[in-house]
């Protein structure tokens, strides 16, 4: 039997952009969506925030990327339609999706609220899904997606700034709550001031720690302290800083996706300090031991989170009023945004404006 084309596999027409190879290179793409079954939410796709992991994906940097390939897993849109057993929202409510669409619900994991480390979890965009079809991401018109994975948006959260959460903003929460790093009286290092550790200042300091931001980048002091609420500002290269703040860290998180050396964050640490990593690097870092025996310290590593925790970390953010820092774009900019995005020239997030451009880049793109 010939493989069906992505426009012919499902009922339900659906537009987007691609990526149709490693060029990474995204424009307009016809596919379909499965109708609604009795549990599914659709949702028309109102915005999308741009993950550095996108751009991994669109480049195949970790090797397991699926062509034609439709990025977005920070996606912030309105119900169109829910299945007859859907009981968690109605249509007209605003809701998300996240990194995830899909998980066993059987394993230790699913049944502990951790979808995320299922083994047989499902990722929103170049990943199988149950019925054998790839999953496409939010930069498109529109998704349907189980209940389960479902977040459902606070009336008083603001949507554009709101959407990168779902993968930034849960990426940080779940780990400085799961190591608890960010509570009264602990201090806690962010390292890094980019899509995620920009948010990771905010909830840590919501959360009641005393935040300083460990950077490469002198720069980047005065957002830092004044835009985004640390308390202090650490330049990593500066030795003289270095040695001043030794043992004083509680915890640290590093959102560094770039290889860097962990023994002078490390040394940041008390005895018992933990050193929590977020960022992947496409490459292995080195791990000096010496100093986890010394200190009994801990390097530990986090991804996302599980959906009941996903709803938590929404809720809390709307209640502190914590959102990310965008930059609102239209589909057509994306490609140029990823090549600034590979440069480190977005303060601090892209997010794309889907619901008010999608439809006029298409009529642009016909001949």
């Known amino acids: 039997m010939a493989k069906l084309s992505p426009e012919e596999e499902h009922p339900v027409k659906a537009f987007g952009w691609a990526a149709r190879d490693e060029s990474g290179h995204l424009s307009p793409f016809l596919f379909s969506r499965r109708d609604t079954g009795d549990e599914d939410v659709r949702f028309k796709v109102l915005y999308c925030g741009i993950c550095h992991t996108d751009l991994h994906y669109l480049k195949n940097d970790w090797g397991f990327s699926v062509y034609p390939l439709v990025p977005g897993h920070e996606i912030v849109g309105e119900v169109t339609e829910v299945g007859s057993k859907v009981k968690k929202v109605n249509v007209g409510d605003k809701v998300g999706v996240g990194c995830i669409v899909g998980a066993c619900h059987s394993c230790d994991n699913c049944n502990r609220d951790l979808e995320n480390y299922c083994p ?55 780990p400085l709550k799961y190591y608890g790093l960010a509570e009264p009286g602990k201090h806690v290092g962010v390292v890094g001031l980019g899509g995620l550790g920009h948010v990771a200042v905010k909830f840590a300091k919501a959360l009641g720690a005393k935040v300083t931001v460990i950077s490469t980048t002198p720069d980047k002091q005065q957002d830092a302290l004044t835009q985004l609420g640390a308390d202090s500002f650490l330049v990593s290269r500066d030795q003289a800083q270095m040695q001043a703040a030794m043992g004083t860290f509680d915890g640290i998180l590093d959102t560094v996706a770039a290889v860097h050396p962990l023994l002078p964050l490390l040394g940041l640490l008390k005895t018992d300090g933990k050193l929590v990593l977020v960022g ?75 619901g008010n451009t999608l439809a006029s880049a298409a009529t642009a793109s016909e001949p």
């Open 120 to 174: 047989k979890m499902i990722l929103t965009y170049s990943s199988v899904y149950h019925d054998g079809t790839i999953t496409y991401g939010g930069y498109s018109d529109h998704m349907v997606t189980d209940q389960r994975y479902i977040v459902k948006f606070p009336e008083n959260m603001q949507l554009d700034a709101g959407a990168p959460l779902l993968c930034a903003g849960i990426t940080v929460y779940s």
């Open 280 to 354: 992947a690097p496409a490459k292995p870092l080195e791990l000096p031991v010496f100093p986890l025996i010394t200190g009994r310290k801990i390097v530990a590593g986090s991804a996302m989170g599980g959906m009941k925790e996903t709803q938590e970390m929404i809720d809390f953010a709307a209640q502190h009023n914590i959102t990310a820092d965008i930059e609102v774009i239209p589909v057509d900019y994306v490609n140029q945004a990823m090549e600034r995005l590979a440069k480190g020239d977005v303060k601090y997030r892209f997010v794309v404006d889907i």
